[in-house]
């Protein structure tokens, strides 16, 4: 059930498609990202975090690992990699592209719903290795 919508938001990543990336959640889905110190709510926010995000590495791809389900929740591992050739927004402002490559594994819990779409996910990734991959200190 949810790991087909796992592997339609990485078809979709990898297509560059932040709006069916953002179809595999509920229009009031709550997203807790480590980047941000509020989640991101509701469909439309999570389309464009991630139209973001791909403008920010428009090479992005990302890679499905292993997953684990337990009843309504999906435990997803994932490696995500591209190269800072955009501004990236981050809270307080945008990071102007430095041409560097990133490569960062991710976990994400996700819970769905009867029909099969992201209503709750706490996201986990490395948020010290991403800015020091971007050189964020020196591009700011």
């Known amino acids: 059930m949810s790991a087909s919508a796992f592997a339609r938001a990485v078809e979709a990543v990898n297509a560059h498609d932040a709006k069916a990336f953002a179809a595999i959640y509920a229009a009031n889905a709550v997203v807790r990202d480590p980047l941000y110190p ?3 709510k509701g469909r439309d926010a999570i389309e464009q975090d991630m139209a973001e995000f791909l403008r920010a ?6 890679t499905l690992g292993p997953l684990i389900q ?10 995500v990699k591209g190269t800072h050739l955009g501004p990236l ?4 402002g945008e990071v102007p592209a430095t041409g560097s490559h ?13 029909d099969d779409e992201v209503i709750e ?3 986990y990734y490395d948020v010290a290795a991403l ?8 591009a700011t």
């Open 38 to 40: 509020e989640p991101l």
């Open 89 to 92: 927004a981050v809270p307080g």
């Open 102 to 114: 990133i490569e960062n594994r991710a976990a994400v819990f996700s819970t769905f719903n009867a």
């Open 70 to 79: 337990d009843n309504a929740t999906v435990i997803a591992e994932f490696t």
């Open 121 to 123: 996910e706490r996201r």
């Open 131 to 138: 800015v020091g991959q971007i050189e964020l200190a020196r």
């Open 57 to 62: 590495f428009p090479d992005t791809r990302f």
